[in-house]
């Protein structure tokens, strides 16, 4: 498979200034529906959780709330599934599962 122009000028970027003029998306990404594309997504078992908050302190999307109780929960429609919280819980409480 060869790369295309544009991947090729990516790759070898080494400055802000060396990247392409151009966005690498073209719509917002709170327009494009998350499931459309995600393939893992996190699981979070509350009887592991010890309710430390990394898991929503390190969530690049925003995606994690508290709920009433004080447990994390993934609102799936802003997650991208990049597996940042599963990987950052000391405890192991989230899972990551493939998208059915």
């Known amino acids: 498979m060869s ?12 400055t ?7 966005p690498l998306m073209d719509v917002l990404t709170d327009t494009v529906p998350m499931p459309s594309w995600r ?3 996190p699981v979070i078992h509350n009887e592991k959780c010890t309710k430390c908050y990394v898991c929503w302190k390190f969530c690049p999307d925003m995606a994690i709330a508290i709920d009433d109780e004080g447990y994390p929960v993934i609102h799936l429609g802003f997650c991208k599934g990049c597996g ?3 990987n950052e819980c000391a405890p192991e409480a989230i899972e990551m599962v493939r998208e059915d």
């Open 39 to 41: 393939a893992m997504k």
């Open 84 to 86: 940042i919280c599963a």
């Open 16 to 22: 802000y200034e060396d990247l392409p003029p151009l």
């Open 3 to 14: 790369k295309s122009k544009g991947a090729e000028k990516m790759a070898k970027a080494e």
